[in-house]
T-cell receptor, first 116, second 112 residues
């Protein structure tokens, strides 16, 4: 059961362009939506996160857009650079309907390549 | 301050062998977790701990054991390795349930 669906699987963008990665979730109890960036041979690192009480959060060139009614959120990378080439994971956290641990559920990941 | 340290970085096992993946953190975090990362599947939670002496199962616990005798260490044991356990394993920690995860750099495990 895939509770967080991420698309696209891979993305190629030219330097200076906008990279957009989308995620959709099912569990309305999710209350925290982070994005992680992972470089080859390294563990994921938190990039930016949002809570459902706001529709947008911006940090530098990275922006999360959040649509609570559609249960969707997306990552926008403005002015994409070759150094942004990495795998990006969206995630969602909240208590499951059946109760228990509020664990982090990850999307499948998007491999971004920014060409110079 | 080393953060989350995982050892070994690479390991090759034969089917049926057992081994322990080590994870240590020096940030005094209460919460620790083990994930496996497989292509096209993101990261899936294997086991987690909310403090020393307390562990519980995640999404994919079968074939793995954990223990948490100290705050710093959270080893993951493969009891009898199977090819399906070929994966990249990540350990993570966080101070409490409302803080983000800090990940180690992973252990790449191949089982022949």
């Amino acid at each position: 059961q895939q509770q967080v669906k991420q698309s696209p699987q891979s993305l190629i963008v030219q330097k200076g362009g906008i990279s957009i990665i989308n995620c959709a979730y099912e569990n309305t109890a999710f209350d925290y939506f982070p994005w992680y960036q992972q470089f080859p041979g390294k563990g994921p690192a938190l990039l930016i996160a949002i809570r459902p009480d706001v529709s947008e959060k911006k940090e530098g060139r990275f922006t999360i857009s959040f649509n609570k009614s559609a249960k969707q959120f997306s990552l926008h990378i403005m002015d994409s650079q070759p150094g942004d080439s990495a795998t990006y994971f969206c995630a969602a956290k909240g208590y499951p309907p059946s109760g228990g641990y509020n664990k982090l559920i990850f999307g499948a990941g998007t491999r971004l390549a920014v060409h110079p | 301050n080393a953060g989350v340290t995982q050892t070994p970085k690479f390991q090759v096992l034969k089917t049926g062998q057992s081994m322990t993946l080590q994870c240590a953190q020096d940030m005094n975090h209460e919460y620790m977790s083990w994930y496996r990362q497989d292509p096209g599947m993101g990261l899936r939670l294997i086991h987690y701990s909310v403090g020393a002496g307390i562990t519980d199962q995640g999404e994919v616990p079968n074939g793995y054991n954990v223990s948490r005798s100290t705050t710093e260490d959270f080893p993951l044991r493969l009891l009898s390795a199977a090819p399906s356990q070929t994966s990249v394993y990540f350990c993570a920690s966080r101070p409490d349930r409302n803080q983000p995860q800090h990940f180690g750099d992973g252990t790449r495990l191949s089982i022949l």
